[in-house]
């Protein structure tokens, strides 16, 4: 009897893991959706908060704190010239940054994040700002890499920071094309773990790639 008890509650346990996977999954799509069509701040803004409310729900699961915060670095991105909000943006973006590392300090994919958002910081006052961030990006996106030395997302963020500095090296950053021909023709021989976790940089890739021909 006890062993047919037990076997009931491991089989409930099972079934409900499940049960919550996929409410989570589906929860997860149906903002990724959403995030996917966004165009301007008020869009970003949208998404961020749908995968707030994701994440306040499933409180294990890194995924939504990634895309909140890709959200506001993307906003202050897009910001014109309110250097206080772009910040200001910044700042919530920290915050899920900060908890998705809690969660997942073995996930390459949040180090690549975390140095797209050292690079935020950078753009927001290059001058006062380049020694102390572009230092931050660069040694992020190294962890990224230690971790997962194929993520093509830390290979794009890496490609992206050298040719953003190689000018103040002296170099020509068309030197870097070669690398960026090579990260684009094999971009598709990465396997995503899920339908949901990150998949994107292949355009920003080809975009460098046409911008060296």
Avoid: H
Wanted: proline content about 4%.
């Amino acid at each position: 009897m006890k062993t047919t008890l037990l076997s009931i509650i491991m089989l409930f346990i099972a079934l409900t893991g499940r049960s919550q996977s996929k409410e989570f999954t589906g929860a997860m799509g149906e903002a990724l959706g959403q995030f996917a069509a966004c165009k301007s701040i008020a869009d970003y803004q949208v998404a961020a908060n749908r995968f707030s409310l994701i994440a306040n729900t499933e409180k294990t699961e890194w995924l939504p704190y990634y895309y909140n915060s890709f959200c506001y670095i993307m906003m202050s991105f897009m910001e014109p010239t309110d250097a206080v909000k772009k910040d200001g943006y910044l700042d919530e973006a920290e915050k899920s940054i900060t908890k998705m590392i809690e969660l997942s300090p073995k996930e390459s994919e949040v180090y690549a994040l975390q140095s797209m958002f050292y690079s935020a910081r950078l753009v927001v006052n290059p001058m006062e700002r380049g020694q102390k961030y572009s230092a931050l990006s660069a040694q992020a996106v190294g962890m990224a890499l230690g971790l997962d030395a194929n993520n093509p997302r830390a290979k794009f963020i890496k490609l992206r920071n050298d040719m953003g500095s190689a000018q103040f090296f002296g170099k020509d950053p068309k030197e870097l094309c070669p690398e960026a021909n090579e990260l684009l023709a094999n971009w598709d021989t990465f396997k995503v773990k899920s339908p949901i976790y990150p998949a994107w940089g292949k355009d920003q890739v080809a975009q460098i790639v046409n911008e060296c021909k």
